[in-house]
């Protein structure tokens, strides 16, 4: 297995602009993760998905921020309008079970400007 | 959540084997001791767990205190591709909210060769 896949690995976009992550997990693992990555703050639990059911949506930072997971193989974290304050490193990782070792993705840079 | 308290940074020698400390006094008897490490540039990465007992695996050992108030995790012999940010994490068996990982600072292993 290829591990799991996130695309772009860097995105500069302009203030207001709707940017979208996208991530492929690794095949057979229930669970996915998206985690935001700053210098300021470290590495955070943005979201979690059991079987593509958003279970904890709790670290979302508002409105603007949303995920969804249409199928087994496929999330998306959507920022719409970004901000500058939303640069950071995303970080999409996938677990056999929620429980278990999760494998990160090499992560998408995001550059708001 | 229990809190872990690692040295901000550690150096090593190339080849000579490497003693990562965490202390966790407030660990609970349910917690499992976690470490990730995350390289340069890349998502964070599975290292090793443990419970109770020592364990080893291909990467590094873990020497756990038998009051479980501290642990340490040892790379045997350290290479240049073992620089990286090393994380000690407590977390929960199975269930309930015990799917995050909860990441600190960790500590930044310089490798000299």
Redesign the interface.
């Known amino acids: 297995d290829a591990g799991?896949i996130q695309s772009p690995r860097h995105e500069v976009t302009e203030m207001g602009q709707e940017v979208t992550l996208r991530c492929k997990p690794i095949s057979g693992h229930n669970?996915l993760?998206w985690y935001r990555q700053t210098m300021m703050r470290?590495?955070e639990?943005l979201i979690?998905f059991?079987n593509n059911v958003p279970?904890?949506d709790s670290g979302m930072p508002e409105d603007r921020f949303s995920a969804k997971m249409p199928n087994a193989s496929f999330s998306t974290l959507k920022i719409q309008p970004s901000e500058p304050r939303d640069s950071a490193v995303y970080?999409c990782?996938s677990?056999f079970?929620?429980?278990t070792?999760?494998?990160?993705?090499?992560?998408t840079r995001l550059t708001v400007v | 959540d229990a809190k872990t308290t690692q040295p901000n940074s550690m150096e090593s020698n190339e080849e000579e084997p490497v003693h990562l400390p965490c202390n966790h006094s407030t660990i609970s008897g349910t917690d499992y001791i976690h470490w990730y490490r995350q390289l340069p540039s890349q998502g964070p990465e599975y290292v090793i767990h443990g419970l109770t007992s020592n364990v080893n695996n291909r990467m590094a050992s873990l020497a756990i205190a038998e009051d479980r108030k501290s642990s340490t995790l040892i790379l045997h012999r350290a290479t240049l591709r073992d620089a990286a940010v090393y994380y000690c994490i407590l977390r929960g068996g199975s269930g309930g909210s015990n799917y995050k990982l909860t990441f600190g600072k960790g500590t930044l292993l310089t490798v000299n060769p």
Request: proline letters at 0%.
């Open positions: 799991v669970s993760f470290g590495l639990l979690y059991n279970i904890d970080f990782a677990s079970t929620g429980y070792e999760a494998f990160f993705g090499q992560g």
